[in-house]
């Protein structure tokens, strides 16, 4: 059975710094590309960030986080990451994991496995 399971969000003031993790199994983490969505209230599900599958050696950035965030993989421990710095209220949200053998699918907003999620809150 593949489970992603997030954490590591939470309340936190605007310029401040988040790290949520997504720890996989039941699926040969490494050989996956990961990515990381958010869905704000009102809004629909955006992708974040992406990485290749193995030695990540890609990674996609939504305009929106780029040069704030930080996605990155850590193959021995089946986990991916999102370091999140200078956070803002508009980066409010449930923030997801997903994982998918081909990473242009996790970049067109697909994915074959989904993480349950975990709530980003920014106070300004």
């Known amino acids: 059975q593949v489970q992603l399971a997030e954490s590591g969000g939470g309340l936190v003031q605007a310029g401040g710094s988040l790290r949520l993790s997504c720890v996989v199994s039941?699926?040969?983490?490494?050989?996956?590309?990961m990515a990381w969505f958010r869905r704000a209230p009102g809004k629909e599900r955006e992708v974040v960030a992406t990485?290749?599958?193995?030695?990540?050696?890609?990674?996609y950035y939504a305009d929106s986080v780029k040069d704030r965030f930080i996605i990155s993989r850590d193959n021995t421990r089946n986990t991916l990451y999102l370091e999140m710095s200078s956070l803002k209220p508009e980066d409010t949200a449930v923030y997801s994991c997903?994982?998918?053998?081909?990473?242009?699918?996790?970049?067109?907003?697909?994915?074959?496995?989904w993480g349950q999620g975990t709530q980003v809150s920014v106070s300004s």
């Open positions: 039941g699926l040969p983490f490494r050989d996956y590309a």
């Open positions: 990485i290749t599958m193995r030695t990540g050696s890609a990674t």
């Open positions: 997903a994982a998918d053998r081909l990473v242009y699918q996790l970049q067109r907003g697909t994915g074959t496995y």
